[in-house]
Every structure is written in C-alpha cells, then in structure tokens.
T-cell receptor, first 112, second 114 residues
C-alpha cells in the first residue's frame, strides 16, 4: 500500500492542550500533505511539506517530516473545540506526483 | 474564492440502477479526481483524469465505473449498475495548473443504494 497510515486512530483532549498526530508511509515521496475533514464534509488542505524540508509551520500547526523514518507528524497547539475533525495525511504515488493517496485518518475530539 | 461543486448532494437509488455524479472543478485546473469514503472510514482513491484521459485508477474502479469530461467544465462519475456496497460519500477533487500539490475537494455526493 502506498498511502500513509495515521496514528492514533482517535484522540481526545481538552481545549488548550496540544494534539499530535503521526503518519507513516512506505514509498519515496517528494511531498507529504495534511488535510482536515469536518464530519460529513469535504477535505480541506492544511499544509504541504516537501521532502527537502524537515519542519513547517502554519499558524497553530506544525508539521515535521523525517524521510529516513518515512514518517510525519502534525502538531496542533493550543487546541480549540473547533479543531474537532478528522485529520488525514496524503502522499503522492512514487511514479506520479499528481496522484495523492490518503490514510485512514485520526479522529480528533477537543472537549471544551 | 473558487471552489469545486458537486451535485447531487445526496442520491438514493435502487440496486442495479445507473447513477451519475457530477462535479464542476475549479476552472483553470487540469487534474481531476474521484475519491470515495464509506461512512467513518478512509478516503479511497478511485480515479485520476488528466488531458482528457484516465491517468490512474484503483482496483475499486472496475468496469462498472466510468468518468467523463463532456464539455470542458463538468467532470462526471458514472456507476452503471449500482451495488449495495457502492453506498458511500463520493468526493471530486481538482488540482491546479502550476502544480503546488494541493487538492481542492468538493463537499461530496452521498450515494445510498437500497
């Protein structure tokens, strides 16, 4: 399988805490992306990290990428109830960078 | 802000019937995709489409499925003879001319096969 696999499957935290989600993948990639999905809605792109980058920030999001371990993490700092959603990592096919494959996602619940 | 639109938002059909799900990708995008998601499960790739032909397709995308870009704006997914297990949320996505990697998704079409 070429898609990423997220860990944990589900995460429940209190508002204000940090949430960390992990993604592992199997093939060589030139980028990895994280998406968010509110229940029953479409996926929304959050952040893209390229294979020559180790860390990237966007607002309260911090993404790391370790190509030697074929893993990535998404950290949401100072979480809010509105961050409650499913989070997916996506990786491209090894031979076709335009085609993204998604993992099963991490279901994050942030309790107010 | 440009967006991907999908119709219908929900379709209920009888097993064996044909279904067409419609998508209008963002206008200057060149790459188009269909994904599906069975309730609460992972987002599964079905097919990608570029330059008026299928670029990649998954094992799920068998002979019952077809895609078309009939008029330069719509991108359709047809399921010829629906099965109960086709019940899922179907998402259309597109990505841009200057490839930045980001996929833009529609809100999905929920298909219920009875």
């Amino acid at each position: 399988s070429q898609q990423g696999e997220e860990d944990p499957q589900a995460l429940s935290i209190q508002e204000g805490e940090n949430a960390t989600m992990n993604c592992s993948y199997k093939t060589s990639i030139n980028n990895l992306q994280w998406y968010r999905q509110n229940s029953g809605r479409g996926l929304v792109h959050l952040i893209l990290i390229r294979s020559n980058e180790r860390e990237k920030h966007s607002g309260r999001l911090r993404v790391t990428l370790d190509t030697s371990k074929k893993s990535s993490s998404l950290l949401i700092t100072a979480s809010r109830a509105a961050d409650t959603a499913s989070y997916f990592c996506a990786t491209p096919l090894e031979y076709n960078n335009n085609d993204m494959r998604f993992g099963a996602g991490t279901r994050l619940t942030v309790k107010p | 802000e440009p967006e991907v639109t999908q119709t219908p938002s929900h379709q209920v059909t009888q097993m064996g019937q044909e279904v067409i799900l419609r998508c209008v990708p963002i206008s200057n995008h060149l790459y188009f995709y269909w994904y599906r998601q069975i309730l609460g499960q992972k987002v599964e790739f079905l097919v990608s489409f570029y330059n008026n032909e299928i670029s990649e397709k998954s094992e799920i995308f068998d002979d019952q499925f077809s895609v078309e870009r009939p008029d330069g704006s719509n991108f359709t997914l047809k399921i010829r003879s629906t099965k109960l297990e086709d019940s899922a949320m179907y998402f259309c996505a597109s990505s841009g001319v200057n490839w930045a990697g980001e996929l833009f998704f529609g809100e999905g079409s929920r298909l219920t096969v009875l």
